[in-house]
């Protein structure tokens, strides 16, 4: 698949792929999918065009979406969680040393503003959610998403892996706790979060991002 990618792609080069989902999450079941999240870098001349290169794209690997890396840089500076936990992850399948740069820059894309991104995505998620007959993978999310963030406020990393909290996570799955407490898990933890006490700057370092990304650029010419 990835040999077709890159024909149908020539010059796109895929700097790092991630494992994202209930698999990085430490939530997997036994029928659960390998969810993969990239980043590529397409060529420098191909912006010169009037058809610019795609923001995104599916692949190269099976189950998996891949960033263009300035968009994906975008998207992280504004504190998308999705995108954050991709450099958190502790599964890399794959990654070269610009992916290993793009790595190691992952705290200059944290700011205060991740509060506020966490919870609102989360409250997204409590909005769609009936209580008469909730998606019980779904409200499991919802409140990994919300332990995640907090940790982020609190730790300055987003909380991938969930450690102590896996079983009573798997609970909600299964739908052994009620409607009731989940919903008071919930607002505890949207309480916690929009009040912990955190050292998170008050921007992203927009400057480094920058940086990297005219390096990547020039390297791509």
Request: some cysteine; charged content about 25%.
């Amino acid at each position: 698949m990835e040999r077709e990618w890159r024909e149908r792609h020539p010059g796109t080069d895929l700097v790092l792929s991630v494992v994202t989902g209930s698999r990085a999450y430490g939530l997997q079941t036994e029928g659960s999918d390998i969810d993969r999240r990239g980043v590529f870098v397409a060529p420098t001349a191909a912006f010169w065009r009037l058809d610019k290169p795609p923001t995104h794209l599916d692949g190269p690997l099976e189950e998996q979406f891949s960033w263009e890396v300035e968009r994906f840089c975008v998207l992280a500076l504004q504190a998308n969680p999705t995108l954050l936990e991709c450099l958190w992850s502790p599964i890399v399948e794959h990654v070269t040393p610009v992916g290993e740069r793009l790595l190691g820059l992952r705290t200059a894309f944290l700011s205060g503003r991740a509060r506020q991104s966490f919870l609102g995505y989360a409250q997204d998620q409590f909005r769609r959610l009936d209580p008469a007959a909730p998606k019980w993978k779904q409200a499991m999310h919802m409140i990994r998403l919300l332990l995640s963030g907090r940790h982020l406020v609190e730790y300055g990393e987003p909380l991938v892996r969930v450690g102590e909290d896996r079983e009573r996570l798997l609970a909600i799955r299964r739908g052994e706790l009620t409607w009731a407490e989940v919903d008071a898990w919930r607002a505890e933890l949207t309480t916690g979060l929009s009040r912990a006490a955190g050292h998170l700057p008050a921007e992203p370092d927009r400057a480094a991002v920058e940086a990297f990304l005219i390096e990547v650029r020039r390297a791509a010419l």
